[in-house]
């Protein structure tokens, strides 16, 4: 390894069981699990945290940066259906929070807002510092209709499908990143929802399974996709 990579830090954000980060750390670089469960220093609503990361950024200290913004207030897969919680979003007039929420549940959308916009600002000051970068979300996620997620430049979609690593679901996802990242992550090519990989019909990530949705229970990423990231960042950061 490089001196250079001995002295720069990947950071995962809202990390979950931390792969990529454990990943990275196990290949030798330096490498931070940022999440809520960890403590309140890595509460990412906080603009104290968000002003920590950004000086990082612009200081040089960070190579890369992954982002699994939480999608729990995005999804599609909250319906009216009575077999989950309702949506707490719309597609257009109130992408941002439908009216007459509960107050739990308004605190939960301004949270994914905040999220979601530091996400942004973190994005921001990665492009103008020439720092690698990616954010995922599921491919169906409301949050790919925000228009100042749009508006960001020099960046691409990878889509990513979780059951070509062998999982039950399909749990089709994007990676949303620096244009010199280009993982060549797998699609499943099935039909009728019969997946491509095992032949076998796709679980359905609507409802809960002993008392989790699963939902939450789809959400770690596969360690084969998890590889191919790491993978190709290293590979563009190697070269720069």
Known sequence: MTKRGQLQTCL???????????????????????DIMFGEECD???????????HRIST??????????PCNTWSRARRNDGR????????SKYLFGLPNLSSKDRQKVRQGNILLRHSIQIIRACQKHNVLWSLENPMTSR??????LQQLRNSHHVRADFCQWNLPWRKSTYFF??????????VCTG??????????PHILLQGSCNGQF????AEPYPFGLVNQLVKCVLNVFRKA
């Open 214 to 217: 699963l939902t939450k229970l």
């Open 84 to 91: 989950g919680p309702g949506p707490l979003r719309d597609d």
């Open 12 to 34: 995962e954000l809202f990390s979950g069981c931390s792969r990529v980060a454990k990943r990275f750390g196990a290949l030798g670089y330096r490498a931070e699990a940022w």
């Open 44 to 54: 990412l609503t906080k603009v104290s945290t968000l002003n920590s990361i950004l």
């Open 191 to 200: 039909y009728h929802g019969v997946c491509s990989k095992s032949n076998k």
């Open 177 to 186: 990143m620096h244009q010199a990242l280009q993982p060549q992550f797998r």
């Open 143 to 148: 949050v790919w209709k925000v228009r100042a």
């Open 60 to 69: 040089g200290e960070i190579f890369y940066i992954h982002m699994g913004l």
